[in-house]
């Protein structure tokens, strides 16, 4: 059974950091896409950054780049983001996110963290 947990989420103020952790249990093959996603009231869910399986290869939007890392420990499938120079407009729930391909059944499969709150006070 797939099991995400996320911690790390709090209250900040602008100008400060904190780092978010996502693991994630239960694959059993195949590769693990880790991404953090935001959504803010009365936005729509936007995708902050992801790292591939190779934990390698990276992508961020360009709102957070340069102040947001991304990361992974592989072995373990835990991803983790870390947000430094935090501004207010980065006030939103952060949900962990993670496409699973299965060597197996050769699909891919999505799953999503339960979120966690970051606010960031001017």
């Known amino acids: 059974q797939v099991k995400l947990v996320e911690s790390g989420g709090g209250l900040v103020q602008a100008g400060g950091s904190l780092r978010l952790s996502c693991a994630a249990s239960?694959?059993?093959?195949?590769?693990?896409?880790m991404s953090w996603y935001r959504q803010a009231p009365g936005k729509e869910r936007e995708l902050v950054a992801r790292?591939?399986?190779?934990?390698?290869?990276?992508n961020y939007a360009n709102s957070v780049k340069g102040r947001f890392t991304i990361s992974r420990d592989s072995a373990h499938n835990t991803a983790f983001l870390q947000m430094n120079n935090l501004k207010p407009e980065d006030t939103a729930i952060y949900y962990c996110?993670?496409?699973?391909?299965?060597?197996?059944?050769?699909?891919?499969?999505?799953?999503w963290g339960q979120g966690t709150q970051v606010t960031v006070s001017s």
């Open positions: 239960g694959f059993t093959d195949g590769d693990v896409t």
């Open positions: 996110n993670v496409e699973h391909y299965s060597y197996h059944s050769h699909f891919t499969d999505i799953y």
């Open positions: 790292i591939l399986a190779d934990g390698d290869s990276t």
